[in-house]
């Protein structure tokens, strides 16, 4: 379990550092969630 929270933790970083935009967020947002879901199989 702390290994997915640390994983979020750090796309959740990345996200906000990486994006300039609104439509930038919403994709790395999408891009997050998928690697989250891919963990999480």
């Not at 997915?4 to 967020?25: D, E, K, P």
């Amino acid at each position: 379990m702390r290994k997915v929270i640390a994983l979020v933790g750090v796309f959740a970083v990345a996200l906000l550092a990486g994006c300039n935009t609104v439509q930038g967020f919403g994709k790395d947002l999408e891009k997050g969630g998928e690697a989250i879901q891919k963990v999480a199989k």
